[in-house]
């Protein structure tokens, strides 16, 4: 069956306050999850950027739209009480649909209004609005992303050979290979950072180093960063890889060895 829409749990919610007293939002969300028989692994599908379940976000989307229908009302922060108005209508029997919402409800006229720009999206890639706004939103935003890939892809593979080995080259240098220090997203740095080392926070903060002292002290005097693009090119797998870097290291002390 899969997760019911954010459209079609106005009932469902709606219901599960019928007796108007207040609720929590956990006692709500339980409700609905067994009255439509929604399975945990449903229950646990997340959005394409991770940050939210999709069941938790069209329960959002769904007490936001009732509360600007005045349906409901919010007493205190994820708390909610149906209104005179939302007992009405779901005794009714009608079918609560965004149209039906819209026809009947200025406030929520009005505020859907405001996402026109991101529900026209839809047409663009030819699908039904279907999910929450945000939903809508990340879906075209990963498709957009997606095809930026694939038209990178296909620029650079018209490009020669040398420009491959020169874009890995830099690659490495903003992946964190070079001095190898590694900055977590969404970092601020306010001091040096050490060598091959990864830190993360607000200000950053040492996490941990990434290879023992000894094979940092190695990669800092090899300088490897300042190869030709084609020796590091041939080189890449074994600069990327612990066993690499051993090997790399046992071929340097018999080399001085022998010197």
């Known amino acids: 069956m899969g997760l019911p829409k954010y459209y079609e749990l106005y009932s469902p919610f709606l219901s599960a306050i019928n007796d108007d007293k207040i609720h929590t939002l956990k006692e709500i969300k339980n409700y ?144 964190g290979y070079g001095d190898g220090a590694i900055i977590a997203a969404n970092s601020t740095v306010v001091k040096s950072v050490e060598p091959y080392s990864i830190y993360s926070g607000n200000p950053a903060k040492f996490i941990k180093k990434r290879f023992s002292d000894e094979k940092i002290e190695f990669l800092l005097k090899l300088e490897w960063w300042n190869w030709s693009g084609e020796e590091i090119f041939d080189n890449l797998e074994i600069l990327t890889s612990e066993a690499g870097l051993e090997e790399l290291m046992n071929k340097y002390s018999k080399r001085d060895a022998i010197n």
Do not use: C
């Open 32 to 175: 609905i999850k067994n009255e439509l028989n929604i399975k945990d692994n449903e229950i646990s599908e997340r959005l394409p950027s991770g940050n939210q379940t999709i069941y938790d976000n069209r329960i959002s989307w769904t007490v936001t739209y009732l509360k600007k229908a005045g349906l409901i009302i919010s007493p205190k922060r994820a708390n909610f009480q149906i209104t005179s108005e939302g007992k009405k209508l779901l005794e009714s029997g009608v079918n609560i649909t965004d149209k039906l919402l819209a026809d009947k409800y200025p406030d929520f006229a009005d505020f859907k209004d405001g996402k026109k720009i991101i529900e026209n999206t839809s047409d663009y890639i030819g699908q039904d609005i279907v999910g929450t706004p945000q939903e809508t939103f990340e879906r075209v935003y990963k498709m957009i992303n997606e095809q930026l890939a694939d038209d990178l892809l296909t620029e650079i593979m018209n490009q020669s050979s040398m420009f491959f080995e020169n874009l890995v080259v830099d690659l490495m240098k903003s992946m």
